[in-house]
C-alpha cells in the first residue's frame, strides 16, 4: 500500500513543544493538538503542528501526519516516525480497524439516549464557504455511533448535552455534520447551524489502533470545553496522562 504523504511544514519552530505528547514508542507519537493550531501550513502561512516534526525526529524517513484534525478541533493526532508505521496505521484506518472516539457539547438535547447516525455525506458549495451535507445519493459512506454523557444548562440557562461520537467512518466534518443531522448542532460551529459563534466545543478524546503492538492514547478536554462543562455541573474523568515533553528529544 502507497501511504499518503501529507504537506511538510516549513515554518521554524521554537524548541518549546506547544502540544503533550500522549503516547511515544518507535513507530508512533500520539499528540494532544491544541485547538487553534493546524495540522500543516495553509495558504497564509503561521505555524503548524508539523513546524514541531525535528523535535519528534530528525530521522530522513519521518515524521509523517498518519491524518487530520480541522484546525478548531483538539485532542488526539497521530504522527508516523518512520514510513512503514504510515503505511501500517493508514492500512487499519482503511480497514476500519481504528476506533476514533470524540467528545462534543452541542445545542439542545437529542431525542433519545443513543443511536446510530448513518448519513452518507457530500461536499456543498454555499457562496465563498463549504459544507459537508446528508445526501441520498452520490455521497461518501459515513456512519457515527453516539451516545449522550450527560445534559444541563449552561450559564446563560440554554439547555446543552455532552455526547460521546465513535466515528466508523472518517469523512470531512463528519463530526459536526451527524450532530447538526441529530437536531444538535457543536456549539460554536455556525457554518453547521450552531446559535452563536465562538471556539468550537469538539474533540478527539480517544484512538485505539489494533497494530501488532497495540496503541491508546486518551485526551482530556481543552479549557473552554472544561468550563463549559463546570458551569452544566458535569463531572470529568481525572485526567491520567501527565506531560512527557521530556521523552521527546530527537531521535537519529
Request: aromatic share 6%.
Amino acid at each position: 500500500m502507497k501511504p499518503h504523504v501529507m504537506p511538510r511544514g516549513t515554518g521554524q519552530a521554537p524548541a518549546t513543544l506547544p502540544f503533550t505528547v500522549l503516547y511515544r514508542d518507535n513507530r508512533l507519537v500520539v499528540l494532544d493538538k491544541p485547538p487553534g493550531l493546524p495540522v500543516h501550513s495553509g495558504r497564509g502561512g503561521g505555524a503548524s503542528v508539523e513546524d514541531w516534526f525535528p523535535a519528534l525526529s530528525r530521522h530522513r524517513n519521518g515524521p509523517w501526519l498518519a491524518h487530520r484534525l480541522d484546525q478548531d478541533t483538539s485532542g488526539c493526532l497521530v504522527v508516523a516516525l518512520r514510513k512503514q508505521a504510515l503505511v501500517a496505521v493508514q492500512a487499519c484506518f482503511a480497514a476500519g480497524r481504528a476506533r476514533k472516539t470524540y467528545w462534543a457539547i452541542v445545542q439542545g438535547t437529542p431525542d433519545a439516549a443513543q443511536g446510530v447516525i448513518d448519513m452518507p455525506l457530500a461536499r456543498v458549495e454555499q457562496g465563498r464557504q463549504w459544507r459537508m451535507q446528508p445526501v441520498k445519493t452520490g455521497g461518501q459512506p459515513a456512519r457515527t455511533r453516539w451516545r449522550m454523557l450527560a445534559t444541563g444548562h449552561d450559564d446563560a440557562g440554554i439547555p446543552i448535552s455532552w455526547l460521546e461520537l465513535v466515528l466508523e467512518t472518517g469523512r470531512t466534518h463528519q463530526a459536526r455534520a451527524h450532530c447538526a443531522a441529530l437536531g444538535c448542532p457543536i456549539r460554536g460551529d455556525t457554518r453547521y447551524g450552531a446559535r452563536d459563534a465562538g471556539a468550537l466545543h469538539l474533540m478527539s478524546r480517544s484512538i485505539h489502533l489494533p497494530l501488532d503492538v497495540p496503541v491508546h492514547a486518551t485526551a482530556m478536554p481543552p479549557e473552554h470545553m472544561r468550563r463549559i462543562m463546570d458551569q452544566a455541573g458535569w463531572t470529568v474523568p481525572p485526567g491520567s496522562v501527565e506531560k512527557e515533553v521530556t521523552r521527546c528529544s530527537p531521535t537519529h
